[in-house]
């Protein structure tokens, strides 16, 4: 896998059109096993608290207003409301917001879910957020860039708007390709292209042209010895987190 491939500076659409309809599909076709954390899922619920307790550390999420943008089956949306979060889960597969909704009914966890793209929410709740997360889920949507910017457009001045995804280059290809969906068998087959994965450099021109002021980053690597996630901000290489920061009026007056 050559490291010279590269993530191309997508064209502006309409965010009808900013949605891969193979992603939405790939993802739906395993709703039901998503809370099941021996499941295709079990990644997700392994580093979901390293992941809430990174945002929590940055915003402190209890009493917070929240928008958790590609939220699946709320795996984090929850995790979040348990923080005294008030949260708001969006996304395009409606087989994950109706596993969402059946899990809300078990747990007693308010999260309000939404059928809808980051940017219709956008057009509809501009600046209404405290906080914004999109987390693992850049790496799925046609125009990356587009995301980010109606996550810029949801957060108030001065909230923070949080964002994962997968770096890419020939390690990132070895573990989140090779690795986890090969060897380990952690992910299905063809759960991620290569082609999709986001440098942190692109991210951070992507979050900049969003009017967006960077704050911080952190990887997130795995031990396949132990298998257990820890977070390593020397470390992007692979999975890694970045926060960020929409300015005050003050600030950009």
Not at 101 to 112: A, I, K, M, Y
Not at 168 to 182: C, D, S, T, W
């Amino acid at each position: 896998m050559s490291d010279n491939d590269t993530q191309q500076d997508a064209q502006p659409q309409d965010h009808l059109g900013n949605v891969d309809a193979s992603e939405i599909a790939k993802f739906s076709a395993l709703a039901s096993r998503w809370w099941d954390r021996d499941s295709e899922f079990k990644p997700l619920h392994d580093i979901n608290p390293l992941r809430v307790d990174y945002i929590d550390t940055h915003a402190g999420l209890a009493g917070k207003r929240v928008i958790d943008v590609g939220c699946g089956g709320g795996i984090l949306s929850e995790a979040m409301a348990h923080r005294g979060a008030q949260v708001t889960g969006i996304d395009m597969g409606e087989a994950p917001l109706s596993v969402a909704r059946l899990h809300q009914l078990e747990s007693g966890v308010e999260v309000d879910y939404r059928q809808t793209t980051a940017e219709a929410a956008a057009e509809e709740m501009a600046g209404q957020f405290d906080v914004v997360t999109c987390l693992e889920m850049l790496e799925h949507v046609p125009d990356p860039s587009s995301v980010i910017a109606a996550c810029a457009r949801l957060v108030k001045p001065g909230g923070m708007v949080f964002f994962s995804t997968i770096n890419r280059n020939p390690k990132a290809y070895a573990f989140a390709i090779l690795g986890a969906e090969y060897v380990l068998q952690m992910l299905p087959r063809g759960t991620h292209e290569y082609r999709k994965f986001i440098r942190p450099a692109e991210l951070g021109r992507w979050t900049r042209d969003a009017g967006l002021k960077m704050e911080g980053s952190t990887g997130m690597t795995y031990n396949p010895l132990t298998r257990k996630y820890r977070l390593n901000s020397s470390d992007l290489t692979v999975n890694y987190l970045m926060h960020t920061r929409r300015p005050t009026e003050e600030e950009l007056a």
